[in-house]
């Protein structure tokens, strides 16, 4: 059974419409009109369209983050996904971790990446679950009154190396360089984030949950549910994704079926600042990545005799 860990009204967020202008050299937003909220951004959200890939001006209809998260664990490092039933787009895909920026995070949206991070991403040891800190902020406990959070132990978020063109709001250049680009079907301008997620050394029989927000009764509510932690993990081999998909449970990783999987648009294919599809099957992402599926050696099986995850826990 689930437990609900948080609970909102969505009235309360607030966004801004953006006007985007792309060069080969760069890319850069600001905002354009009044404060939208929940509702009136997604509607905003239909597809538009750019007829050259490396140099337009276009007006999208919000800024989305999204952060690449590495994880270290035991000595390897991991990319860390998460599952996700998309409403507006009537699918369910493993996605970075990710979110809206609100209207006053415009000009930070590293803050907005942070956060989500904190959100999104939940690390649980025996003796309660793990807070973390970016260099030397401290990232929100965002579900404090209900779970317990160990006061002696965190992670640290530090930023990994940024993309090679620079970002822009207005005229301040966001110095972590993140990886942009517009999403044609959703008129929306994403960043994604390279960061490294560092487990304190005392952290062990770690498991990790998935908590995302979904609308009840017209409210946002945010749920864990134990069942069906919904984070993902795929190997790095020197620094190159490979063609596994693993959990984590009670320190033990475990493999994951990857039948009729979907990833989300983070993952296809860049043209220029574009990306036109809306997601990419799993199989076409490997073959895109030159990888080979029938040739990845599932350390899980090594590590964990847990049966593999049914491929409908995927969708």
Not at 66 to 72: A, G, P
Not at 98 to 127: K, M, N
Request: glycine letters at 6%; proline letters at 6%.
């Amino acid at each position: 059974m689930s437990r609900m860990l948080n609970r909102h009204d969505p009235s309360t967020f607030k966004t801004l419409p953006l006007f985007v202008e792309a060069t080969p050299d760069g890319i850069s937003y600001q905002s354009l009109g009044r404060p939208l909220n929940f509702s009136e951004m997604l509607e905003r959200r239909r597809a538009v369209e750019v007829s050259d890939s490396q140099r337009f001006a276009v007006e999208l209809a919000n800024l989305g983050v999204s952060v690449r998260l590495t994880l270290n664990w035991q000595g390897r490092d991991y990319w860390v996904l998460v599952r996700q039933r998309r409403l507006d787009r009537d699918d369910v895909v493993l996605k970075l971790i990710s979110g809206y920026v609100p209207a006053h995070e415009l000009t930070l949206p590293l803050l907005t990446a942070i956060q989500e991070v904190a959100e999104e991403c939940l690390l649980e040891t025996p003796e309660g679950w793990l807070g973390g800190r970016f260099g030397e902020t401290w990232l929100p406990s965002p579900y404090q009154d209900v779970l317990h959070y160990r006061e002696t132990l965190h992670f640290q978020l530090s930023p990994l190396s940024g993309a090679a063109r620079p970002v822009q709001c207005g005229n301040l250049t966001l110095l972590e360089r993140p990886r942009a680009y517009v999403h044609l079907p959703t008129a929306s301008l994403q960043l994604v984030y390279d960061l490294r997620l560092e487990l304190p050394k005392e952290a062990r029989q770690l498991s990790l949950f998935h908590v995302d927000e979904r609308l009840e009764d017209g409210k946002l509510v945010a749920r864990l549910d134990r069942r069906r932690p919904d984070l993902y993990l795929i190997p790095l081999q020197h620094g190159r994704p490979t063609a596994e998909l693993l959990t984590l449970n009670k320190g033990q990783l475990q493999a994951a079926s990857t039948r009729g999987l979907w990833l989300a648009e983070s993952f296809a294919a860049q043209d220029g600042w574009l990306v036109r599809d809306e997601r990419i099957r799993w199989k076409d992402w490997l073959s895109q990545q030159q990888l080979n599926a029938a040739a990845a050696k599932p350390e899980a099986a090594a590590r964990s005799a847990a049966p593999k995850l049914n491929a409908a826990h995927l969708g």
